[in-house]
């Protein structure tokens, strides 16, 4: 994540002429400055939105508002009768923080077993378990249904949590393995040398060395389930359950008057838990990968 | 050197047990959570699924009230989703044995879903709703055959919305019904001369699907035949298109990139952003056009033929009983009551069209204000002018509305001739018939 900045060559100054490295460096950061606006324009634009009147939007063209109102944030709060904003970032929370949970719980035993273990068609239930990755959504979305409508589950957070507790997200478990493959199994040794049986030796000693995958599948987990739509839709009916990508799109009226503003500063709203996560974790992840422990 | 651990003896691991919690702490609400058809108090719980938006909800869950203040007994939870998302929701439900008692769905989804026999029967039986209070030819849009499997829940029919304001400051006199295609014409390109280019006349119809239709239909032809074939040949299409082209090019219809917008919604279309002067739309949008533009705003019956019109009322939605409803009797006089009852009337408004009911649809008429007023008005006026109701649309209509668009944007944007973009959407389009 760090920008770019090349430099060239270690060269004595008398050789190169430092004016010349200004410029190119100048002329470098205004390029990926340049880039930057390009990239950011759409964040720009929402963030500029969130605070333009109804009438400014389909207007101007300007990303910034000419005339700034805080309106649309108490609006968007309370857009939906019976039920305000905040209740649908506590449902989005919920799921997440279990979902991240259950994954890595899971996905971490599974990735042990897979990577470490023995035992009888090992090799068959990994290939199957890596099929898995390549099914199309939409084609286990009403099998699932079916099932969960059997199970009473429908229109409760169990669906989009229940399953992440079972290891069904074939992604991580691969990342874990493929992570865990690389830590020597000297370590292993040296660990059932000193009496770790297998729950030992994957609590003290494989699961602190995968840190980093670990770390990684929190972050996706996160996003993830964040911002899927069509699982929760599909799931969720009462309105105080709705999660926050669902509450934002009752903002948009096919027929009508879609209320952009309220939906800009919504949408803010909802990229900030994301944004948190993010930097509070990718420390970690930088850290982690630094200090995995496998020194020669 | 592999080590080779085998299943650990001892029986009470701290993991081992936390496995073990997890699995039951998923299975546990298996239990706890039964299926939410349970009466404990005595009262029928129905569910109710249906499309919109916030405002909408609000009046939806006023008219449920009202219903569940006339019968006690019954207890009715609502869920909705905005179009899209709705109609895919809807869509799983349905494959995965779960829709809701009462559904509303979208003209153009009746047929499929009449197909696999996931609606209700409600012409009799224990889901019988009486539909005498409704114009009988607009009540058989819900029919599949004989069975009536659905219940309009809005009417609403074609129109043009113009621009008064803008054409009275450019001094150009508001269309009146009766107006034939060449008065459009000639209009829109008043319209261009007098802005000085600025405004065209009319937003391009050419790639609106449903103004097609009563294109055809003013010309004695349906756009579908019964068995949900086409009822038009290329060469109609054609003509269409050709006319439409005319237009774009004198400047009296708007240019491609601005006719591209019309699917964004009235607050982003040309109308609202002063670059036409008029624009065909159903007369349901029409509040939402209000919202969206400053001027005033009036409606317009199409430009005829022969003095045929081609319009037609058109359910704007329709209220369906899901086969497999556990309540089939109660969910019926949910259907009843918010079709035909005043106080259902009262509470939803005008956000679906016009009310089903011709008696209550009278009474609500004659105390309508502002934009309601207008819509009620127009159909009022407009009711001689209407042709019979079509049947329902053959599944794909809406992939035939998207195709549309697409292929007639070859045409506005000069790359295909009418005729050569004319044949290739009769060749996508019996494709995705056939399907």
């Known amino acids: 994540m760090s920008e770019p900045t090349p430099r060239a060559a270690p060269a004595p100054a008398a050789f190169a002429p430092p004016s010349g490295r200004r410029t190119r460096t100048v002329l470098w950061h205004l390029l990926v400055a340049a880039v930057l606006v390009v990239v950011l324009y759409p964040v720009i634009w929402m963030l500029g939105t969130s605070f333009k009147p109804a009438t400014e939007i389909v207007t101007s063209d300007r990303p910034w508002p000419l005339h700034w109102t805080s309106h649309n944030f108490p609006d968007g709060w309370h857009a939906d009768p019976g039920v305000t904003f905040g209740r649908f970032f506590a449902n989005s929370l919920t799921v997440s923080a279990l979902a991240v949970a259950g994954t890595l719980v899971s996905c971490s035993l599974a990735a042990y077993a897979f990577s470490r273990l023995e035992f009888r068609g090992r090799s068959v239930m990994f290939a199957a378990m890596v099929a898995t990755i390549l099914l199309p959504y939409h084609v286990l979305i009403v099998p699932q249904y079916a099932i969960f409508k059997k199970l009473g589950w429908i229109n409760t957070d169990l669906p989009l949590v229940a399953p992440k507790f079972l290891a069904t997200e074939a992604f991580f478990i691969f990342l874990m393995v493929q992570f865990m493959r690389g830590i020597p199994r000297e370590i292993d040794e040296a660990a059932r040398l000193d009496g770790c049986g297998p729950y030992r030796t994957f609590l003290f000693v494989v699961l602190p060395l995968t840190r980093p995958a670990l770390i990684t599948s929190a972050i996706f987990s996160f996003l993830w389930t964040w911002n899927d739509f069509f699982t929760q839709l599909v799931y969720l009916n009462d309105t105080d359950k709705f999660t926050v990508p669902i509450g934002l799109s009752l903002f948009v009226d096919q027929t009508g008057m879609t209320s952009y503003g309220p939906m800009m500063a919504m949408s803010v709203l909802a990229l900030l838990p994301v944004f948190l996560f993010f930097l509070a974790f990718q420390r970690l992840l930088v850290d982690g990968a630094t200090s995995s422990g496998l020194k020669g | ?435």
Not at chain 2, 99 to 118: C, E, K, L, M, P
Not at chain 2, 253 to 282: F, I, Q, R
Not at chain 2, 319 to 330: D, N
Request: charged fraction near 20%.
């Open chain 2, 1 to 435: 050197m592999r080590l080779r651990h085998t299943a650990a003896p001892r029986p009470a691991h701290p993991l081992r047990t936390l496995a073990v919690a997890t699995t039951l702490a998923c299975a546990l609400p298996l239990t706890a959570c039964g299926s939410g058809s349970g009466s404990s108090d005595g009262k029928v719980k129905l569910s109710f699924s249906w499309w919109g938006d916030a405002s909408r909800a609000k009046a939806t869950e006023a008219a449920v009230a009202a219903f569940e203040k006339v019968h006690p007994n019954i207890e009715v939870g609502t869920q909705y989703a905005t179009f899209a998302a709705y109609n895919q929701k809807l869509a799983t439900q349905i494959a995965g044995g779960g829709a809701s008692d009462v559904i509303q769905i979208d003209w153009g989804n009746q047929s499929q879903y009449a197909q696999s026999h996931t609606l209700l029967d409600l012409s009799s039986g224990p889901g019988k709703v009486d539909v005498s209070g409704l114009d009988p030819k607009f009540a058989a849009s819900g029919k599949e055959g004989s069975d009536q499997v659905a219940v309009p829940f809005g009417q609403t029919a074609q129109s043009i919305v113009v621009d008064e304001t803008r054409l009275d400051a450019l001094g150009v006199p508001v269309p009146k019904a009766g107006w034939t295609w060449e008065d459009l014409q000639t209009f829109a390109q008043q319209v261009h001369a007098r802005s000085g280019g600025k405004t065209a006349g009319i937003t391009d119809p050419g790639s609106t699907w449903p103004a097609f239709q009563s294109w055809l239909l003013q010309r004695g032809k349906p756009l579908y035949t019964a068995d949900g074939a086409f009822g038009f040949t290329k060469d109609d299409l054609a003509g269409f298109w050709t006319f439409c082209t005319q237009l774009r090019k004198s400047g009296a219809a708007t240019a491609a990139n601005l006719t591209e917008t019309v699917v964004s919604g009235p607050a982003e279309d040309p109308l609202a952003k002063g670059a036409a002067a008029a624009e065909w739309d159903y007369d349901s949008i029409y509040t939402s056009h209000v919202a969206a533009n400053k001027d005033k705003l009036v409606l317009v019956p199409l430009p005829t033929v022969n003095g045929r019109t081609g319009m037609y009322a058109k359910p704007s939605m329709l209220l369906s009983v899901y086969a497999r409803s556990k309540h089939p009797k109660e969910a019926a006089e949910l259907v009843s009551f918010l079709v035909t009852d005043s106080r259902a009337a009262t509470a939803l408004g005008s956000s679906r069209g016009l009310f089903p009911d011709l008696v209550v649809r009278q009474q609500q008429g004659a105390s309508a204000t502002g934009a309601d007023k207008v819509v009620a008005d127009y159909e009022a006026a407009a009711d001689s002018l209407l042709s019979a109701t079509p049947s329902a649309p053959p599944k794909g209509d809406a992939q035939l509305i998207t195709l549309m668009q697409r292929v007639y944007d070859e045409v506005s944007f000069g790359r295909q001739s009418p005729q050569d973009a004319s044949a290739s959407f009769m060749q996508q389009a019996g494709q995705i018939l056939e399907q």
